[in-house]
Structures are given as C-alpha cells and as structure tokens.
C-alpha cells in the first residue's frame, strides 16, 4: 500500500523541496497533498485520506503547533503520524511540540538523507495492515 | 563576548550552513560593519523577518535579482531568468531559515525569541528603514561575483533590563552587553 502523505507550509519552495525529497526516499509513497497553513490542512484531511502530515510551525492563519492539537484531538485523525519540520529549534518549541504529539521533528535546513531516516520508522506503522 | 560578537558568531554560522545544505554552495565571509540607517537609495531584493521577545529586532537578507535568481535556481534545481514569485518565495524561506537559526541560537544567551513570518521587497530605488533607529550589525559573503548581505538589529526590550548592564543602556550601546 502507498502512504498519502500531506506537505503543509506557507513556503511554496520547501512543499516543492519535500515533495522532490520525498519522492527520492524510494519509500511506497502516492499522493503528496501541499497545504499552505493549518485552516487549509485541515480543510484538506476532511476529503482525503493521510497516512502522514508534514508541518511548518510558523505559518499565517493557523500554525503548525495549533494545526497539530486539531488533528490530536479528533478522534478519526489522532493516529496519524505529525512531523515538524521547521527553524523552531528551541528546546521549548521541541518540548511543545513532543507534547502536542508530534512523532517527530526536523529543523530546518534539512537533507534528503535527514528527512528520509526521521520517516523510516513511521512511516510503515501508519500504513494499515 | 559580547551581543556584538555573538551575533556575528550566529550570523555567519547560520548563513553558511544553510547555504551548505540546501544551495551546495560553501559561503566566504566578507566584511563585518555596523551601520545606522543609511540614506543610500538601493535595487534588488531585500526580505525582512522580525524578531521578538526580551530583545527586538529585524533580521534581513539583501542581494541583487542575479544573485536572487542563482538562489532559486539552486535550491528548486530550476532555471529562474527574472525575478518572479517562485524566486522571492525562496529568498523569504532562505530568510525564514537564516534568521530562524540565528534566532534559536541567540535564545540561549538572550533568552526566548518570536519570529515572524518573512516580508520580501523587489523593486528599483528604493530606501529600507529601522524605525527604531538601532544599529545593523552587518555581516556581507562572496559569492563568486556577488555578494549576499545578512543584517541583524536587535535592542534590549523591559524584560531584558535583568541581563543588560545599566551603563551599555545609558550609552545606547546594548551591543557592547556582555553574554
């Protein structure tokens, strides 16, 4: 089975900067949606299935950390796997966001060989059986 | 050290890793000065991205269209021949990223730091200036035959008074503070 993954992030640059890298993983990955704030991935998770969210913190509208509580606290999409990947490098932002349950976290700048050993293993698990 | 030096520390540290990781390009530091507003009327691409918290400020990042266009190019893997949306969408994340870093980095010495989302300009004859009148602490890399310009200004807020030494205030010199 393919994962459908969902990019968010105001940067149009790194939705386009993951969508490359992530195609590069050679992980079995189909659709990756882009959302450009919290309101829109929210809006966006209502009509298709995710397997895996990608999120910036600093976005307009709703950010990342806020936009993460949401899919936390709705029951349907609680299993699914957040990744922060964002400049918010503190501690306090870190500890935040391991809060909020996010299953990982990468700063930015990033590699592709980054972003590929953080998803090695979560993506299989959210994938169902 | 000093907020001076630290931030200069920060500035270079953050500008050349980025660059490193998402340009493949090894930056040279160039020239470090301190400047007030200047009253020089600029071209090119300028982007902003404020920061806040116990200290405030701007950080921003200045090059010329060339260079703006060799950036995009380089970080999407595409060809950009004049500055269009797609080319100042990575100079604001290239901004985002710097400042960002430079941000986590300082948290340590000057405590927790907001950070706003980017503001990017283009345009011919124009003027950028610090309403708060602080000193740009300006740190300028080569980059083949140009160069990109990443300025940091940043003064002590209330809630920074614990911190900063009473005479570097009196003085107006929060940058002489030492962290």
Known sequence: ?129 | MNVKDLIVNCIQHATRQVASTMLGEELKPAMVTMERDTSDVRDGVVSFVGLAGNWAGTGSITCSPTLACKICGQMLMTEASAVNEEVLDAIAEITNMVIGNVKTDLEAHLGPLGLSVPTVVYGHNFKARNAGHAEWIVARFEWGEEALTVKVSLTPQDGAKGTVHASALLLNEPYAVDV
């Open chain 1, 1 to 129: 089975m393919e994962a459908e993954i969902l990019v968010v992030d105001d940067s149009a640059a790194i939705r386009k900067i993951l969508q490359r890298v992530l195609r590069q993983t050679g992980m079995a990955i189909g659709n990756i949606m882009e959302a450009g704030d919290g309101e829109e991935a929210l809006a966006m998770m209502q009509s298709h299935k995710v397997h895996l969210v990608l999120t910036d913190i600093n976005m307009p509208k709703m950010d990342g950390l806020q936009f993460m509580g949401k899919v936390k606290a709705t029951a349907e999409w609680e299993a699914i796997p957040v990744v922060m990947i964002t400049t918010e490098g503190g501690e306090a932002k870190v500890a935040e966001a391991v809060r909020l349950g996010a299953a990982g976290y990468v700063r930015k700048p990033f590699t592709a060989d980054q972003i590929k050993e953080k998803l090695a293993g979560i993506l299989e698990p959210a994938l169902p059986l």
